[in-house]
């Protein structure tokens, strides 16, 4: 018994000081106010001992909302975000129009640069040829910004009346004492003064928008199927264009518009076959042109040339090089290029890419080379999101236009094609080539708007929708009050 009764009495002071801790710690009742119920076993050693259970800690995942990093570091990081910012809906419409307004302002300074030498020589003042083309990129710019304003339907109500516009413009250029030639070539109209007009300029983009809207109609009624209707009247009409351009001797214009009759029937899904017939076609006419023309086979056989050869034949081609290669990386400057000192024919129009090469380098080059590049990929884009037949063909033609005249003339310039006669798109000289172009730059930019995910983000970046927007969200209260 007495060692019971020792063992029972530190057991029950340890109960009594653990009630005594819980009143401690209870808040004070107030009146009317029912008692606390009794802690448990549990509670009063942790109370008594003084200890607490250690935090959980919280993972970082899908629970607490938290994103993860992305494998990889900052350069994961960083093509991500790039990855998103190109596919963002704006991302075609920024191209487009950064990249054509940043190839003309290049192409005006490059003009400026390249003609002053060859203006002193006419016995012109060194601006000359810049003004000009300065009053051109103007005007171009106004019917940019009207094109990137007008919506598709009235592009296609256009069409018929710019094709039979530019049809018989050409016819004129063949009437004696109207049409006047150029370099060997007739395919101009003389406006007065200083001011002419080569109208083939304007039927490349009358074939566009034409044989956009024609095919557009033949898929609404399902007859592209049947290779009679996807030829008919498509290819006549190209030809009878390549046969007016024929006869004044511009194979180069030529060329481009055989380029952009392929674009559209490679888009309204030719088959194999059919393509190849045409193409092949198109490849015999070719064939017997240049070799019944000394002139055609001599620059053929410029093709790669490392000397002027016999008679100066290679002239051009060859310091054409010569200025690329003079230029090193980062080039001679502004206005301190050799070649155009004479030696270079055609500095500030066929040839203005050496020019460049020469004074900005390399680094210039490739950066038109870049701008090239990303308006023919936002065209490409343009053309491959959209669901409209007509939006999708005049897309593809313009983007083939352009990608054809660049990679034709830069590979001409760098010894690598013959030199077909054709400028560089929004880069060289001359008005008459500078117009339709930035025209078709336009219709890219009325395509690219036109997509209802780039279309719903420019309805948000206006202030009037973003104003409205933020006042729906605030519902009113019944006081009155906000």
């Known amino acids: 018994m007495p060692a019971e009764e020792s063992s029972a009495a530190p057991r029950g002071d340890r109960s009594r000081a653990a009630a005594a801790i819980s009143r401690a710690l209870a808040p004070p009742l107030l009146a009317g106010a029912a008692a606390p119920a009794p802690l448990g076993p549990a509670l009063r050693v942790r109370a008594a001992t003084g200890s607490r ?94 094109a990137a304003r007008m919506p598709a339907k009235l592009h296609r109500a256009f069409a018929y009346p710019l094709l039979l516009g530019a049809v018989f413009l050409m016819v004129l250029v063949q009437v004696p004492g109207i049409g006047m030639s150029v370099n060997g070539n007739r395919n101009w109209l003389y406006l007065g003064g200083p001011f002419q007009l080569q ?31 996807m030829l008919v009247p498509l290819v006549p009409v190209a030809f009878m264009l390549l046969g007016l351009i024929m006869l004044g001797g511009d194979m180069g214009t030529a060329i481009i518009l055989t380029a952009i009759l392929f674009g559209l029937l490679w ?74 000192w004479g030696q270079l024919p055609e500095p500030h129009t066929d040839f203005i890419f050496a020019i460049t090469g020469e004074e900005l380098g390399l680094a210039g080059t490739l950066s038109v080379l870049a701008l090239f590049a990303a308006l023919g990929y936002a065209g490409i884009r343009v053309a491959g999101r959209t669901e409209d037949p007509f939006v999708r063909y005049a897309a593809g033609g313009v983007t083939t236009w352009i990608t054809a005249q660049a990679v034709i003339n830069i590979g001409a310039v760098l010894g690598l094609l013959p030199i077909a006669g054709v400028p560089l798109p929004l880069f060289s000289y001359g008005g008459s080539a500078l117009l339709p172009t930035m025209f078709a730059v336009g219709l890219l930019i009325a395509f690219a708007r036109e997509d209802p995910a780039a279309k719903a983000a420019l309805a948000m970046r206006r202030p009037g929708v973003r104003w409205k927007t933020m006042r729906r969200r605030v519902k009113k209260r019944p006081s009155g009050e906000r």
């Open 53 to 146: 259970r250690p935090p959980v800690p919280r993972s970082k995942g899908r629970s607490t909302g938290t994103p993860r990093a992305p494998r990889g570091g900052g350069a994961r990081r960083l093509y991500e975000q790039a990855r998103r910012a190109w596919d963002r809906p704006l991302t075609a419409y920024y191209l487009i129009l950064g990249a054509g307004l940043l190839i003309t302002v290049l192409g005006l300074v490059m003009v400026y640069s390249a003609s002053m030498i060859k203006a002193l020589e006419l016995d012109k003042p060194g601006t000359y040829f810049f003004r000009k083309q300065f009053l051109a990129a103007v005007i171009g710019a106004g019917l940019m910004a009207l």
């Open 199 to 229: 109208p083939s300029e304007f039927g490349k983009l009358a074939l566009v928008l034409w044989g956009a809207d024609l095919l557009a109609r033949k898929q609404d009624k399902r007859l592209l199927a049947q290779w009679k209707h």
């Open 267 to 340: 888009l309204a899904g030719a088959p194999t076959r059919l393509f190849a017939g045409v193409l092949g076609f198109a490849g015999v006419i070719a064939f017997v042109l240049i070799k019944t023309s000394p002139n055609r086979m001599s620059r053929l056989a410029c093709i790669g040339a490392s000397e002027p050869g016999p008679g100066d034949s290679c002239w051009q081609a060859v310091h054409g090089i010569y200025a690329l290669a003079s230029g090193g990386w980062f080039g001679s400057g502004l206005g301190a290029s050799v070649e155009k």
